[in-house]
Protein backbone atom coordinates (compact mmCIF):
# COMPACT_ATOMS: atom_id res chain seq x y z
CA UNK A 1 0.00 0.00 0.00
CA UNK A 2 1.77 3.17 -1.19
CA UNK A 3 2.24 5.81 1.59
CA UNK A 4 1.36 9.68 2.19
CA UNK A 5 3.45 11.22 -0.81
CA UNK A 6 4.81 14.75 -0.67
CA UNK A 7 6.64 17.24 -2.87
CA UNK A 8 8.94 18.67 -2.72
CA UNK A 9 11.16 17.57 0.28
CA UNK A 10 13.21 20.36 0.28
CA UNK A 11 12.21 23.81 -0.93
CA UNK A 12 14.95 26.82 0.34
CA UNK A 13 13.14 30.55 -0.54
CA UNK A 14 14.11 34.27 0.58
CA UNK A 15 11.63 35.92 2.70
CA UNK A 16 8.58 37.68 1.34
CA UNK A 17 8.98 35.02 -1.52
CA UNK A 18 5.68 32.05 -1.87
CA UNK A 19 6.29 29.13 -2.04
CA UNK A 20 3.08 26.01 -1.99
CA UNK A 21 3.70 22.39 -0.76
CA UNK A 22 2.00 19.39 -1.82
CA UNK A 23 0.37 16.39 -0.24
CA UNK A 24 -1.14 12.94 -2.06
CA UNK A 25 -3.22 10.98 0.95
CA UNK A 26 -2.79 7.61 1.05
CA UNK A 27 -5.99 6.34 -1.44
CA UNK A 28 -9.50 6.14 0.35
CA UNK A 29 -8.35 8.19 3.62
CA UNK A 30 -10.65 10.69 3.67
CA UNK A 31 -9.41 12.92 6.52
CA UNK A 32 -5.83 14.65 5.96
CA UNK A 33 -3.96 17.15 8.24
CA UNK A 34 -1.15 19.63 8.21
CA UNK A 35 1.49 19.99 10.52
CA UNK A 36 4.22 22.22 11.18
CA UNK A 37 7.31 21.21 12.82
CA UNK A 38 10.08 23.87 14.13
CA UNK A 39 13.44 22.29 14.70
CA UNK A 40 13.22 21.16 18.19
CA UNK A 41 9.68 20.45 18.87
CA UNK A 42 7.19 18.32 17.99
CA UNK A 43 4.53 18.70 15.29
CA UNK A 44 1.60 21.83 15.66
CA UNK A 45 -1.81 21.15 13.65
CA UNK A 46 -2.09 23.95 11.13
CA UNK A 47 -5.28 22.79 9.12
CA UNK A 48 -7.49 19.64 9.38
CA UNK A 49 -9.96 18.29 6.27
CA UNK A 50 -12.46 15.79 6.14
CA UNK A 51 -12.83 15.38 2.62
CA UNK A 52 -12.64 19.27 0.57
CA UNK A 53 -13.89 20.93 3.60
CA UNK A 54 -12.19 22.26 6.69
CA UNK A 55 -12.82 20.54 10.00
CA UNK A 56 -10.14 22.50 11.82
CA UNK A 57 -7.35 25.51 10.44
CA UNK A 58 -7.98 27.43 14.16
CA UNK A 59 -3.99 27.56 14.32
CA UNK A 60 -3.29 28.34 10.78
CA UNK A 61 -1.86 31.93 10.00
CA UNK A 62 -4.57 33.26 7.88
CA UNK A 63 -3.12 36.14 6.66
CA UNK A 64 -0.10 34.28 4.91
CA UNK A 65 -0.90 30.54 5.08
CA UNK A 66 -3.63 28.86 2.95
CA UNK A 67 -5.03 25.39 2.02
CA UNK A 68 -7.30 23.43 -0.38
CA UNK A 69 -7.84 20.17 -1.18
CA UNK A 70 -9.89 19.81 -3.77
CA UNK A 71 -11.92 17.37 -5.06
CA UNK A 72 -11.17 16.02 -1.96
CA UNK A 73 -8.11 13.90 -2.62
CA UNK A 74 -4.56 16.09 -3.39
CA UNK A 75 -4.18 18.81 -1.13
CA UNK A 76 -1.52 22.40 -1.29
CA UNK A 77 -0.28 24.29 1.42
CA UNK A 78 0.92 28.05 0.19
CA UNK A 79 3.00 30.34 1.92
CA UNK A 80 2.78 33.74 0.82
CA UNK A 81 4.74 35.82 1.43
CA UNK A 82 6.77 33.76 3.55
CA UNK A 83 8.65 34.64 6.89
CA UNK A 84 12.08 33.34 8.40
CA UNK A 85 10.20 32.03 11.10
CA UNK A 86 8.28 29.96 9.29
CA UNK A 87 11.62 27.92 8.11
CA UNK A 88 10.39 24.19 9.27
CA UNK A 89 9.61 20.97 8.06
CA UNK A 90 5.71 20.75 7.07
CA UNK A 91 4.22 17.46 7.43
CA UNK A 92 1.28 15.74 6.02
CA UNK A 93 -1.11 12.91 7.53
CA UNK A 94 -4.02 11.40 6.07
CA UNK A 95 -6.86 8.76 8.11
CA UNK A 96 -9.61 6.69 7.10
CA UNK A 97 -11.73 8.86 8.78
CA UNK A 98 -11.72 11.32 12.05
CA UNK A 99 -10.24 9.92 15.02
CA UNK A 100 -8.87 7.17 13.53
CA UNK A 101 -4.93 6.36 12.60
CA UNK A 102 -3.17 8.68 11.44
CA UNK A 103 -0.60 7.85 8.75
CA UNK A 104 2.50 10.56 8.11
CA UNK A 105 4.11 11.72 4.90
CA UNK A 106 7.92 11.76 5.01
CA UNK A 107 7.90 15.84 4.86
CA UNK A 108 9.31 18.94 3.35
CA UNK A 109 12.03 20.72 4.82
CA UNK A 110 11.69 24.27 3.99
CA UNK A 111 14.13 26.97 4.73
CA UNK A 112 13.73 30.65 4.05
CA UNK A 113 16.57 33.27 3.90
CA UNK B 1 -6.42 21.82 28.37
CA UNK B 2 -4.20 18.63 27.27
CA UNK B 3 -0.59 18.40 27.27
CA UNK B 4 2.33 16.17 27.49
CA UNK B 5 5.65 16.85 28.82
CA UNK B 6 8.99 14.36 27.74
CA UNK B 7 11.19 14.57 30.58
CA UNK B 8 14.20 14.05 28.34
CA UNK B 9 15.27 15.98 25.16
CA UNK B 10 17.93 13.58 25.01
CA UNK B 11 18.54 9.35 26.08
CA UNK B 12 21.75 7.64 25.56
CA UNK B 13 21.67 4.10 26.08
CA UNK B 14 23.92 0.60 25.09
CA UNK B 15 23.03 -1.52 22.51
CA UNK B 16 21.50 -4.55 24.33
CA UNK B 17 20.46 -2.50 27.56
CA UNK B 18 16.69 -1.44 28.66
CA UNK B 19 15.52 2.01 27.58
CA UNK B 20 13.31 4.06 29.13
CA UNK B 21 11.46 7.24 27.45
CA UNK B 22 10.03 9.24 30.00
CA UNK B 23 6.23 11.55 29.46
CA UNK B 24 3.73 13.29 31.77
CA UNK B 25 0.86 14.21 30.40
CA UNK B 26 -2.00 16.93 31.79
CA UNK B 27 -5.65 16.24 31.56
CA UNK B 28 -9.12 16.66 33.57
CA UNK B 29 -10.30 13.30 32.29
CA UNK B 30 -8.45 9.88 31.30
CA UNK B 31 -6.98 10.98 27.78
CA UNK B 32 -5.93 9.21 24.59
CA UNK B 33 -2.20 8.85 24.54
CA UNK B 34 0.02 7.75 21.70
CA UNK B 35 3.68 7.53 21.01
CA UNK B 36 5.03 8.03 17.39
CA UNK B 37 9.12 7.52 16.56
CA UNK B 38 10.40 9.65 13.86
CA UNK B 39 13.41 8.09 11.90
CA UNK B 40 15.42 10.92 9.93
CA UNK B 41 14.04 11.71 6.89
CA UNK B 42 10.75 9.28 7.40
CA UNK B 43 7.96 10.11 8.21
CA UNK B 44 6.18 9.61 11.76
CA UNK B 45 4.68 5.90 12.65
CA UNK B 46 2.64 4.81 15.30
CA UNK B 47 4.70 2.76 18.41
CA UNK B 48 1.48 2.21 20.37
CA UNK B 49 -1.51 3.86 21.60
CA UNK B 50 -3.67 3.61 24.87
CA UNK B 51 -7.36 4.52 25.11
CA UNK B 52 -8.81 3.77 28.07
CA UNK B 53 -8.54 -0.08 27.61
CA UNK B 54 -5.74 -1.93 29.29
CA UNK B 55 -3.09 0.19 30.92
CA UNK B 56 0.03 -1.91 29.54
CA UNK B 57 0.47 -1.37 26.06
CA UNK B 58 2.27 -3.53 23.69
CA UNK B 59 3.09 -1.87 20.51
CA UNK B 60 5.80 -2.57 17.68
CA UNK B 61 8.80 -3.53 17.51
CA UNK B 62 9.46 -4.26 20.74
CA UNK B 63 8.44 -1.41 22.71
CA UNK B 64 5.65 -0.95 25.54
CA UNK B 65 3.98 1.58 27.40
CA UNK B 66 2.22 1.95 31.15
CA UNK B 67 -0.69 4.11 31.32
CA UNK B 68 -0.07 4.99 35.32
CA UNK B 69 -3.53 7.87 36.25
CA UNK B 70 -2.20 8.17 40.04
CA UNK B 71 1.25 9.41 38.45
CA UNK B 72 -0.17 10.74 35.27
CA UNK B 73 2.72 9.66 33.51
CA UNK B 74 2.73 7.26 30.00
CA UNK B 75 6.37 6.00 29.84
CA UNK B 76 8.04 3.71 26.72
CA UNK B 77 10.34 0.82 27.41
CA UNK B 78 12.13 -1.76 25.86
CA UNK B 79 14.16 -4.60 27.48
CA UNK B 80 16.76 -4.24 25.06
CA UNK B 81 17.72 -1.55 22.68
CA UNK B 82 18.72 -2.35 19.34
CA UNK B 83 21.28 0.38 16.64
CA UNK B 84 17.73 0.61 14.60
CA UNK B 85 15.97 2.18 17.87
CA UNK B 86 17.96 5.50 17.21
CA UNK B 87 15.41 7.94 16.18
CA UNK B 88 13.07 10.66 17.96
CA UNK B 89 9.91 9.42 20.07
CA UNK B 90 7.05 11.78 20.81
CA UNK B 91 4.65 11.45 23.25
CA UNK B 92 0.93 12.67 22.06
CA UNK B 93 -2.56 13.11 23.57
CA UNK B 94 -5.32 13.13 21.64
CA UNK B 95 -7.45 16.35 21.89
CA UNK B 96 -10.94 15.87 23.52
CA UNK B 97 -13.89 15.89 21.71
CA UNK B 98 -11.79 17.07 18.60
CA UNK B 99 -11.70 15.57 15.57
CA UNK B 100 -8.92 13.23 16.06
CA UNK B 101 -6.72 15.91 16.82
CA UNK B 102 -3.22 15.26 18.39
CA UNK B 103 -0.81 17.02 20.83
CA UNK B 104 3.04 16.34 20.27
CA UNK B 105 5.54 16.68 23.25
CA UNK B 106 9.13 18.01 22.02
CA UNK B 107 9.87 14.94 21.82
CA UNK B 108 13.08 13.03 22.43
CA UNK B 109 16.23 11.76 20.82
CA UNK B 110 17.28 7.93 21.64
CA UNK B 111 21.04 7.33 20.88
CA UNK B 112 21.89 3.85 20.82
CA UNK B 113 26.00 2.96 21.16
CA UNK B 114 27.05 0.12 19.72
Known amino acids: EAGVAQSPRYKIIEKRQSVAFWCNPISGHATLYWYQQILGQGPKLLIQ????????DSQLPKDRFSAERLKGVDSTLKIQPAKLEDSAVYLC???????????FGPGTRLTVL | AQSVTQLDSHVSVSEGTPVLLRCNYS??????LFWYVQHPNKGLQLLLKYTSAATLVKGINGFEAEFKKSETSFHLTKPSAHMSDAAEYFC????????????FGKGTKLSVKP
Open chain 2, 27 to 32: SSYSPS
Open chain 2, 92 to 103: VVSVRGSQGNLI
Open chain 1, 49 to 56: FQNNGVVD
Open chain 1, 93 to 103: ASSLELRSEQF
